[in-house]
């Protein structure tokens, strides 16, 4: 099961906090050696994607899915952002429980994105994994963390790397992730993948809502990132 928690500082929709949870039951790549490297995309693989209303409605007036494709559109309306993830992932690996702790971040400023991950796994099975990524001109350059050893990784303050990166143009990046990272998650949400949407709630002015996702269909991109990861 993964809980994910969408944090804005620079960006608030209606001037409030949104809180999104995904549930996800997932099926670790790590334990599979022989792995393709492409799984099979779904009928639909774009998330959903709504300019936000400018009626004076409320996140509570439209269902969960709206919302969600509202917190898209207003993304892309801005010409800049930060947005931090925090995550915990559950899965089973030849009967063992493996659990993930994932922060990340997503900065954009002057047409250039920046997306930072820290994956530290509490298993042998599912090795830890820190990445950071820069987004421009149809180019994106991978790094890795200045040390090895997960324990010296913090997190968003991790240090990063200064040898020589990884550089990818953007044909060859999509063709073995599937899309450039402008989606508002790695995960596909849209009518065909969510299987539950709870009502939207608010609390302290903080709009919360839940949604659990088919297993298969809603982690294409994120079973090819993964993959990604292990290759570089």
């Not at 930060?82 to 922060?103: C, L, P, R, Y």
């Not at 099975?125 to 987004?135: G, H, I, T």
Request: with cysteine.
């Amino acid at each position: 099961m993964k809980s994910f928690l969408l944090r804005k500082k620079k960006l608030l929709i209606s001037c409030v906090a949104v809180v999104l949870t995904i549930a996800v039951a997932l099926t670790l790549l790590f334990s599979c050696g022989n792995k393709s490297g492409r799984v099979i995309p779904p009928s639909n693989s774009a998330s959903v994607f709504l300019l936000p209303p400018k009626d004076g409605s409320k996140p509570q007036d439209h269902s969960g899915l709206e919302n969600i494709g509202y917190l898209a559109g207003k993304l892309s309306e801005r010409d800049f952002y930060h947005v931090e993830n925090v995550s915990k992932v559950s899965a089973k690996s030849m009967g063992i429980n493996v659990n993930q702790n994932v922060v990340g971040s997503k900065d954009f400023s002057d047409g250039i994105l920046i997306v930072s991950t820290v994956s530290i796994s509490e298993s042998s099975l599912a090795p830890s994994k820190a990445q950071q990524r820069f987004y421009s001109d149809g180019k994106v350059v991978i790094r890795k963390p200045a040390s090895s050893d997960k324990a010296d990784w913090d997190g968003l303050n991790t240090v990063w790397s200064d040898d020589e990166p990884v550089v990818m143009d953007e044909e060859s990046y999509i063709g073995k992730y599937g899309l450039w990272p402008t989606e508002l998650t790695d995960y596909v949400i849209n009518e065909e993948t969510v299987v539950e949407c709870s009502d939207v709630t608010v609390e302290d002015g903080v709009y919360s809502l839940k949604v659990s996702l088919n297993t298969e269909s809603s982690v294409y991109y994120y079973e090819a990132i993964l993959y990604l990861n292990l290759l570089i």
